[in-house]
């Protein structure tokens, strides 16, 4: 007997294409083809990748190690929070040394034997993986580690500690190299090696980069090129390449971008692949560490950091991480407390343990788009490093200012989105909560002392979170609610039937929450008298699609009689009617693609101010 017949036949792409058209009512299909800031294409429909080619794979099969920050200040209590760490699933640890870029104003104050000592009291380091943060004390932190294992007889043993000497990445930061970061390096490696280390000195790390608002083809550039940079300097010293690559470890940063982000770990291996057959090597796989992005951590509504270190976490595991830290989703308020650091924890362990994320090795393979847009990150970063090289390496290219200033163009493009909110921040730049509790924190964060390197000068490269402009507005209503007890208000008018107005009202007051403002709302014909009492110094008009245009620009010229210092209008409309509207006062219109950043701090400012546009008349 026949079976029965499929009545979901499978449907060709040109199929497909043609039901696409008729759908989108006569657009190109180009129009679904969207671009990253760095102009790589990103498609609607990949087809299947067939064909067994190269594997990024991580360097043992199974999950990846679960590291957990140790960042408190006090050392007996960083150490207590880290065995509890241990207990409570993580198998690997990040220490992060006071004066680091990592510490983000934290950190252990490790300055003997004694100190690290105590940090590590009651925890083997024969049985964990350990990723030092140290910055320009890397080194320093080395050798007390070979004072440590003397002092405990581990020095037969086969300890797992990447030290995280990344003297570029500081170089990229702060625009010179540590003191005495290059000198001794093949000593210090004979060191190591003689007292029972088998981790990687160096550190190829890409959160200079990704802080500073580099694309992910720029970052993996920017890592492979230092990474290339540290094989000359170890050959120099001389080891053989075979030996001076086991000394290179690498890191990336994990965005909420699973796409992006899970094909930029993809390529980083097979990258580096390439870099190791170029140099007559034998192709291993590589240690990759992953740390969910500083650059998308919030200040308000910090629940939702938990959602987007789990997508960070999800694309570096499938991504073929060895290693992942998740930044506690408090951090950018300050020191995080036991509840933020056990959900950074268990956010992995459900990954592993109950999603089985990491039953599969690369699991991405074979998909169309991932392999896709793997192979154009591989393209576009090959590119890019073979410009640094010509221009003689990292250090040379940087001293030129040339990555500063092609990651200050990718940068400036994402801040437009971000200000547009076409790349939008939940809880911040859209559904802003300003009724929201505060949440608990050990410590605030001190005040950021490189707020001069905010700015691309060639040399530095700045660290920066993406919700810092809008939260900046945030923070000046918060201030204001607490001098005077109630927050800055924009007056509301709505023209039309509530059923035709709603949606723009909805959106009205989502915008102006996003600065902190609260609506005064009208509902009744007399909007200037209203206006009048309401103690507003700003306006903005919300109308049904049926109100005539004569209507608005009656409207808006009473308000600016009433003395409004600024008017709005929610939505747009013809340009001769946006000519006649801004003649009678309409300073801007409130609608996608304007740029919502400027225009909230417009209306930030005049809200605060503390007389309106007619007092400002009277004599």
């Known amino acids: ?58 360097q043992k099969p199974g999950p990846w190690k679960i590291a957990q920050r140790i960042d408190h200040p006090d050392i007996v209590t960083a150490n207590a929070m880290a065995r509890a760490d241990l207990m409570g699933g993580a198998d690997a640890l990040t220490l992060t040394i006071s004066q680091s870029f990592a510490a983000r104003g934290f950190g252990l104050q490790i300055e003997s034997e004694r100190d690290l000592d105590a940090a590590f009291a009651g925890i083997d380091l024969d049985r964990i993986a350990l990723r030092v943060d140290a910055d320009a004390r890397a080194l320093d932190l080395a050798a007390l580690f070979v004072s440590i294992a003397k002092a405990r007889r581990l020095t037969s043993a086969e300890l797992d500690v990447d030290f995280g000497h990344d003297p570029i990445g500081h170089f990229a930061r702060c625009g010179h190299l540590p003191a005495g970061a290059l000198q001794g390096l093949g000593n210090t490696l ?85 870099v190791e057959d170029a140099c007559g090597l034998t192709p291993k796989p590589i240690r990759l560490h992953a740390e969910t992005a500083f650059r998308m951590m919030t200040r308000y509504d910090p629940w939702v950091n938990i959602l987007r270190a789990t997508m960070g976490v999800f694309a570096a595991g499938a991504g073929g991480a060895d290693t992942v830290t998740v930044l506690p989703f408090t951090l950018a308020l300050g020191l995080p407390d036991d509840v933020a650091r056990r959900i950074a924890r268990n956010t992995q362990s459900i990954l592993i343990e109950e999603s089985h994320l990491a039953k599969v090795a690369d699991p991405a393979a074979g998909a169309g788009s991932f392999e896709a847009l793997t192979s154009a990150l591989c393209n576009r970063a090959w590119a890019l490093l073979q410009d640094i090289e010509a221009q003689g390496g990292m250090i040379k290219s940087l001293q030129t200012g040339t990555p500063q200033r092609e990651i200050g163009v990718t940068a400036a493009a994402r801040r437009d989105a971000i200000a547009q909110r076409a790349l939008a921040i939940t809880g911040t730049s859209a559904f802003p909560l300003l009724t929201e509790a505060p949440v608990h924190v050990l410590a605030p964060p001190p005040v950021r002392a490189d707020d001069d390197f905010t700015v691309y000068d060639n040399i530095h490269l700045p660290s920066r979170r993406d919700a810092e402009p809008f939260e900046s507005l945030r923070v000046a209503s918060d201030k204001y609610f607490q001098e005077t007890g109630s927050r800055p208000k924009i007056f509301l008018t709505q023209l039309g039937e509530p059923q035709g107005v709603a949606p723009a009202s909805d959106f009205a007051t989502h915008f102006f929450a996003v600065a902190g403002l609260e609506v005064f709302s009208q509902e009744g014909c007399d909007a200037a008298q209203h206006f009048r009492v309401s103690g507003c110094k700003i306006a903005c008009i919300f109308a049904a699609a049926t109100v005539s245009a004569a209507d608005l620009i009656e409207t808006a010229a009473r308000l600016s009689d009433a003395g409004a210092a600024r008017i709005y209008l929610a939505g747009p409309v013809p340009e001769p009617v946006a000519k006649a509207l801004h003649d009678a006062g309409v300073a801007e219109l409130i609608c996608p693609h304007r740029d919502a950043l400027a225009i909230l701090r417009e209306s930030s400012v005049m809200t605060l101010r503390r007389t309106t546009k007619l007092e400002e008349q009277k004599p």
């Open 1 to 58: 007997m026949e079976g029965p017949t499929n009545p979901f036949p499978p449907a060709s792409e040109a199929e497909w294409r043609n039901l696409v058209e008729r759908g989108l009512g006569g657009k190109p299909f180009e129009s679904l083809i969207s671009t990253t800031f760095e102009g790589l294409s990103l498609a609607p429909l990949y087809e299947r990748v067939i064909g067994e080619g190269p594997r990024p794979l991580r």
């Open 190 to 274: 004979t060191l190591l090696h003689g007292n029972g280390f088998a981790g990687h000195l160096f550190l190829a790390d890409g959160r200079p980069y990704h802080e500073a608002g580099a694309g992910e083809a720029q970052e993996l550039a920017c890592v492979l090129a230092t990474g290339i940079e540290y094989l000359r300097l170890l050959e120099a010293e001389g080891l053989p390449l075979e030996a001076a690559r086991r000394d290179i470890a690498f890191l990336l940063a994990a965005d909420a971008d699973e796409y992006l982000s899970l094909a930029k770990f993809r390529a980083m291996r097979l990258l580096w692949a390439r």
